[in-house]
């Protein structure tokens, strides 16, 4: 455990526990569940079930970690831990209104088929998916400052509270038939489906990072994107 001073666990000194780990309440509950249009509710359950392990294992990286690696970056240009959750919170919320917004105005399915992913949308998901080649410039405004795990942790719960909504409300939609314009580069557009996709394959990128980071702290040989 972290250590206390007068009942107060000491900030840098202590570790992430369950107080601080919380997972949001989304997580389970199948309800993207859909029997009319049961292959795109299979799709939508999978992207639910996708997230769930993705902060699972977020969660299970970090617990009884000390505060003090969670916000360690191992070079001046790199990210620690904390700094990559607080982009994943940035880069979601970044995605999420519009995604909404295309969601309000999807027509409904007309007949039992799957939702299409789109090239772009695809091409940009490989490139992604760890261990990843291409390294991509990041926004400034997607560029993170949190270096506060709590506060990290805590955003990064929230936006994927948010993300678990957004995938439910599309249940019976024809997500693949409204597009978004890319809030991280202006002339790419992808529909809505991929851009769900593309958001779990974004964050699978950067929990690899993350137990990279872990690694190299913890003195075992880490993997460098190559």
């Not at 001073?5 to 570790?15: D, L, Y």
């Not at 506060?151 to 597009?179: C, N, P, Y």
């Not at 890319?182 to 993350?210: D, E, I, K």
Request: charged share 20%; aromatic share 8%.
């Amino acid at each position: 455990m972290g250590n206390f001073v007068g009942g107060v666990q000491m900030g840098m000194f202590a570790e992430a526990t369950g107080a601080i780990l919380r997972l949001p309440r989304f997580l389970g509950t199948g309800a993207a569940h859909s029997a009319t249009f049961e292959i795109s509710a299979s799709q939508l359950e999978a992207l639910l079930k996708e997230a769930a392990g993705i902060i699972q294992k977020a969660r299970d990286l970090v617990s009884g970690r000390s505060l003090s690696k969670l916000t360690t970056s191992l070079e001046s240009t790199s990210w620690s831990v904390a700094q990559n959750l607080d982009h994943l919170t940035k880069t979601t919320n970044a995605f999420l209104p519009p995604i909404s917004a295309a969601i309000a105005r999807a027509p409904r399915l007309t007949r039992n088929r799957a939702l299409r992913t789109g090239a772009l949308a695809q091409l940009l998901i490989r490139s992604l998916e760890p261990p990843y080649r291409l390294r991509f410039k990041v926004l400034a405004a997607l560029v993170p400052h949190q270096q506060d795990f709590s506060s990290a942790w805590a955003g990064f719960a929230d936006s994927h509270a948010e993300l678990g909504k957004t995938i439910e409300s599309a249940a019976g939609l024809a997500i693949d038939q409204v597009r978004i314009e890319s809030p991280v580069y202006a002339r790419f557009s992808y529909n809505v489906y991929g851009a769900l996709c593309m958001l779990t394959a974004h964050q699978r990128r950067h929990l690899w990072q993350m137990e990279q980071i872990l690694k190299a702290l913890d003195g075992a040989p880490a993997r460098k994107a190559s």
